[in-house]
């Protein structure tokens, strides 16, 4: 799928979460009380508008905000994440007392998810358990709902205008204007009518969001710097 051209490697991803966990495990045997709770960012988007750029970007910004290691979590992660075990483990041995988190995140699904229900139930324990620790972005994945019950988690969305989304998607794939357009159009419904059936969500909702950013009016960078400004401006203590 010429989609697949906007996503950061896998194995990059992989490999900045197995540093992750790493600096974890350390920071686990150091210390003899339980640490601050740390950010967790989610990034909602339109299709076409730019989350990935913005992701990598706003990854680079906290790890200088705080020192330490941050990762970027979307379903390619998640999924290589379930065929590496041990990877997998170290992520779910960190779940412990946020099991009643997990229980009120997945009582929010439809009880019409049936075929893929226990794929999601792990997808989304994966997601409880890396944003119960922080310092973790998690792209797309329902992560503003899923995260919901998580006082430190914070819930960002892009859009844009369809002629912004299909000149976006036509430059960065090599597409031609109508393919995009078409393309464009197929993955916003598709994301649409998984949030609407089987999260109960109308992801287009500003309600669900602290921030939202009108892709056609600021870039990738300048969404990535107004995120990095807010989380440490102080509005974290008012969150709710």
Same mark, same amino acid.
């Given at each position: &799928?010429?989609?697949?051209?906007?996503?950061?490697? /896998?194995?990059?991803?992989?490999?900045? =979460? #197995? $540093?992750?966990? *790493? !600096?974890?495990?350390?920071?686990?045997?150091?210390?003899?009380?339980?640490?601050?709770?740390?950010?967790?960012?989610?990034?909602?988007?339109?299709?076409?508008?730019?989350?990935?750029?913005?992701?990598?970007?706003?990854?680079?910004? &906290?790890?200088?905000?705080?020192?330490?290691?941050? /990762?970027?979590?979307?379903?390619?992660? =998640? #999924? $290589?994440?379930? *065929? !590496?075990?041990?990877?997998?483990?170290?992520?779910?041995?960190?779940?412990?007392?946020?099991?009643?988190?997990?229980?009120?995140?997945?009582?929010?699904?439809?009880?019409?998810?049936?075929?893929?229900?226990?794929?999601?139930?792990?997808?989304?324990?994966?997601?409880?358990?890396?944003?119960?620790?922080?310092?973790?972005?998690?792209? #797309?994945?329902?992560?503003?709902?899923?995260?919901?019950?998580?006082?430190?988690?914070?819930?960002?969305?892009?859009?844009?205008?369809?002629?912004?989304?299909?000149?976006?998607?036509?430059?960065?794939?090599?597409?031609?204007?109508?393919?995009?357009?078409?393309?464009?159009?197929?993955?916003?419904?598709?994301?649409?009518?998984?949030?609407?059936?089987?999260?109960?969500?109308?992801?287009?909702?500003?309600?669900?969001?602290?921030?939202?950013?009108?892709?056609?009016?600021?870039?990738?960078?300048?969404?990535?710097?107004?995120?990095?400004?807010?989380?440490?401006?102080?509005?974290?203590?008012?969150?709710?």
């Amino acid at each position: &799928m010429p989609e697949n051209l906007l996503i950061p490697s /896998v194995d990059l991803r992989i490999g900045s =979460l #197995e $540093e992750y966990n *790493r !600096r974890q495990r350390e920071k686990a045997s150091s210390q003899h009380r339980r640490p601050k709770p740390r950010p967790c960012l989610t990034i909602s988007r339109e299709f076409g508008c730019e989350g990935y750029p913005v992701a990598e970007r706003l990854r680079e910004l &906290m790890m200088q905000k705080t020192g330490d290691e941050w /990762v970027l979590i979307d379903k390619d992660v =998640l #999924e $290589e994440v379930a *065929r !590496r075990h041990n990877i997998s483990e170290e992520i779910l041995q960190t779940l412990g007392e946020n099991n009643q988190i997990l229980t009120e995140v997945l009582a929010t699904f439809s009880p019409r998810w049936k075929s893929d229900q226990e794929y999601f139930r792990l997808l989304s324990r994966h997601v409880v358990a890396l944003a119960g620790q922080g310092n973790v972005i998690i792209v #797309e994945l329902g992560g503003n709902i899923i995260t919901r019950h998580i006082a430190h988690s914070y819930n960002f969305r892009i859009y844009g205008s369809d002629a912004f989304k299909t000149a976006t998607l036509a430059r960065r794939l090599n597409m031609e204007t109508e393919a995009a357009e078409k393309l464009m159009h197929r993955q916003q419904k598709s994301r649409d009518h998984f949030n609407n059936l089987f999260l109960n969500q109308d992801g287009h909702d500003p309600a669900l969001y602290h921030l939202l950013f009108n892709n056609d009016r600021i870039t990738a960078g300048g969404i990535a710097h107004t995120i990095a400004d807010f989380v440490f401006s102080g509005h974290t203590e008012q969150h709710v």
